[in-house]
């Protein structure tokens, strides 16, 4: 895996941009809302692997930036045994899905007054941290919404919104900076474009919102 | 394990009490010395869990470990709280002196006791390997790491302070993380970090692709 993103480094030209914006009033009164709701109905976050099964073959099918290169030298790289259990390790992620689709909308509708996004094209996933959790080094694959013959059309955006203030022992990489969040602070990146990874080795989860969209080109 | 913690911040006297420490060439060498043998030989890595089961019961049996008057039981609930109990059990890649050839450990420990004040020769070191995917949880060290020995701990109470050094051996790669007291730690090979042990809280992860290879001095010091 170190190969695989040594190489997307340099090949989907890695950048170190981001924007730094914190949450407008009416977004957190959608985003309150949604962990009330989470709360209340205890919503519980299922444990999966950073990296499943077949990872190497879903970026081969989805990522057309790699679609001339060897599919050979892709699996030995993604499928490293040397980092097998560092990417194996449990995540705790909570899908828009387990929400009401009412909800679901009324958070879409807010987000679009804030963000350009291209028809109608926002996801989002809320992702809890717990003591001892890590997230290894990455950059992500393209996104949900990218298909052939479109890209000319938008980018691909993503954003983390905190949920919780900084604790110790709570790291976040974007790039080559380490962030120090507060609750509501959002970090927004073009999607492939940027090397991201967490851990905890603290003593309270951290809770992050991950919002995914697509941003019509100019 | 929370609990504990913020208990032994508010009446431990701790807190961002370390000092960086320039070390001596021989120190130096002696710590090259090993981290080649060990890469040479390929010995074995031993994991260890941070805090071993029962953790919490061992403490609260033995607190002279500790400068603690706490219940017992109230130790024993905070140490083996079960939220805590994945994260603590998470293994450490540790080798430590004992099972080093003393022409490789004979030499680091005079060199340190060259450098630093040591009490009768009372100095031990470990090697902790930080692979991708580590994680050693916040904490605070116990007393007395280097003396196993209970009966040499009577016999020297009240006559030194327990002193430890982190001494890294490669320069930090990204997603090598070290937390000294509140302090996220910028280090470079051969940086020596040294504090009282039991009055600083610390902890790592790597979340990168290299492994952090770091040499832990443990001593004590005249009083």
Same mark, same amino acid.
């Given at each position: 895996?170190?190969?695989?993103?040594?190489?997307?480094?340099?090949?989907?030209?890695?950048?170190?941009?981001?924007?730094?914006?914190?949450?407008?009033?009416?977004?957190?009164?959608?985003?309150?809302?949604?962990?009330?709701?989470?709360?209340?109905?205890?919503?519980?976050?299922?444990?999966?692997?950073?990296?499943?099964?077949?990872?190497?073959?879903?970026?081969?099918?989805?990522?057309?930036?790699?679609?001339?290169?060897?599919?050979?030298?892709?699996?030995?790289?993604?499928?490293?045994?040397?980092?097998?259990?560092?990417?194996?390790?449990?995540?705790?992620?909570?899908?828009?899905?387990?929400?009401?689709?009412?909800?679901?909308?009324?958070?879409?509708?807010?987000?679009?007054?804030?963000?350009?996004?291209?028809?109608?094209?926002?996801?989002?996933?809320?992702?809890?941290?717990?003591? $001892?959790?890590?997230?290894?080094?990455?950059?992500?694959?393209? $996104?949900?919404?990218?298909?052939?013959?479109?890209?000319?059309?938008?980018?691909?955006?993503?954003?983390?919104?905190?949920?919780?203030?900084?604790?110790?022992?709570?790291?976040?990489?974007?790039?080559?900076?380490?962030?120090?969040?507060?609750?509501?602070?959002?970090?927004?990146?073009?999607?492939?474009?940027?090397?991201? $990874?967490?851990?905890?080795? $603290?003593?309270?989860?951290?809770?992050?919102?991950?919002?995914?969209?697509?941003?019509?080109?100019? | 394990?929370? &609990?504990?913690?913020?208990?032994?911040?508010?009446?431990?006297?701790?807190?961002?009490?370390?000092?960086?420490?320039?070390?001596?060439?021989?120190?130096?060498?002696?710590?090259?010395?090993?981290?080649?043998?060990?890469?040479?030989?390929?010995?074995?890595?031993?994991?260890?869990?941070?805090?071993?089961?029962?953790?919490?019961?061992?403490?609260?049996?033995?607190?002279? &470990?500790?400068?603690?008057?706490?219940?017992?039981?109230?130790?024993?609930?905070?140490?083996? #709280?079960?939220?805590?109990?994945? #994260?603590?059990?998470?293994?450490?890649?540790?080798?430590?002196?004992?099972?080093?050839?003393? &022409?490789?450990?004979?030499?680091?420990?005079?060199?340190?006791?060259?450098?630093?004040?040591?009490?009768?020769?009372?100095?031990?070191?470990?090697?902790?390997?930080?692979?991708?995917?580590?994680?050693?949880?916040?904490?605070?060290?116990?007393?007395?790491?280097?003396?196993?020995?209970?009966?040499?701990?009577?016999?020297?109470?009240?006559?030194?302070?327990?002193?430890?050094?982190?001494?890294?051996?490669?320069?930090?790669?990204?997603?090598?993380?070290?937390?000294?007291?509140?302090?996220?730690?910028?280090?470079?090979?051969?940086?020596?970090?040294?504090?009282?042990?039991?009055?600083?809280?610390?902890?790592?992860?790597?979340?990168?692709?290299?492994?952090?290879?770091?040499?832990?001095?443990?001593?004590?010091?005249?009083?």
């Amino acid at each position: 895996m170190k190969k695989w993103t040594d190489f997307q480094t340099v090949f989907q030209k890695a950048t170190n941009n981001y924007e730094h914006t914190v949450l407008d009033n009416l977004l957190r009164i959608h985003v309150d809302k949604l962990i009330s709701y989470a709360e209340d109905n205890n919503i519980k976050f299922p444990v999966v692997p950073f990296i499943p099964e077949g990872y190497a073959d879903e970026l081969i099918k989805w990522n057309k930036n790699v679609s001339s290169f060897p599919i050979n030298k892709i699996h030995a790289w993604v499928d490293d045994p040397k980092y097998k259990h560092s990417f194996s390790l449990p995540i705790s992620v909570m899908r828009d899905t387990d929400f009401p689709s009412g909800m679901r909308q009324a958070f879409r509708l807010a987000f679009r007054r804030q963000y350009r996004v291209y028809d109608n094209n926002v996801t989002f996933r809320i992702h809890k941290l717990n003591p $001892g959790d890590l997230v290894m080094l990455h950059y992500d694959p393209v $996104g949900k919404f990218t298909r052939p013959g479109l890209s000319t059309k938008y980018t691909d955006k993503r954003a983390f919104l905190f949920l919780s203030d900084h604790s110790p022992g709570q790291v976040f990489y974007l790039g080559d900076d380490t962030i120090e969040y507060k609750k509501y602070d959002m970090y927004t990146f073009n999607v492939q474009e940027l090397l991201h $990874g967490s851990c905890n080795f $603290g003593y309270e989860s951290r809770y992050m919102m991950i919002i995914t969209w697509s941003e019509p080109k100019e | 394990m929370l &609990e504990w913690n913020e208990w032994q911040k508010e009446n431990c006297n701790t807190h961002n009490r370390y000092e960086r420490v320039t070390i001596s060439a021989s120190l130096k060498s002696a710590c090259d010395s090993i981290k080649k043998y060990i890469i040479d030989k390929n010995v074995k890595w031993y994991n260890y869990p941070v805090t071993p089961l029962n953790y919490g019961s061992f403490i609260a049996d033995n607190r002279y &470990e500790f400068s603690c008057n706490l219940p017992a039981q109230q130790i024993q609930e905070w140490l083996d #709280a079960p939220e805590s109990l994945r #994260a603590m059990s998470l293994p450490v890649r540790v080798i430590t002196s004992y099972i080093l050839p003393d &022409e490789i450990v004979l030499p680091a420990l005079a060199a340190l006791e060259a450098q630093e004040s040591v009490y009768e020769h009372a100095v031990i070191f470990r090697v902790i390997k930080l692979k991708p995917g580590d994680i050693m949880m916040l904490h605070y060290d116990p007393k007395s790491f280097y003396t196993q020995d209970k009966v040499w701990q009577k016999g020297h109470r009240g006559k030194y302070k327990d002193k430890r050094a982190f001494i890294y051996m490669n320069d930090r790669a990204p997603g090598q993380i070290s937390y000294l007291g509140d302090h996220e730690i910028d280090f470079k090979a051969y940086d020596m970090f040294k504090y009282d042990v039991e009055k600083v809280y610390h902890g790592s992860c790597n979340f990168g692709y290299d492994d952090r290879f770091l040499i832990t001095f443990s001593w004590a010091e005249p009083l």
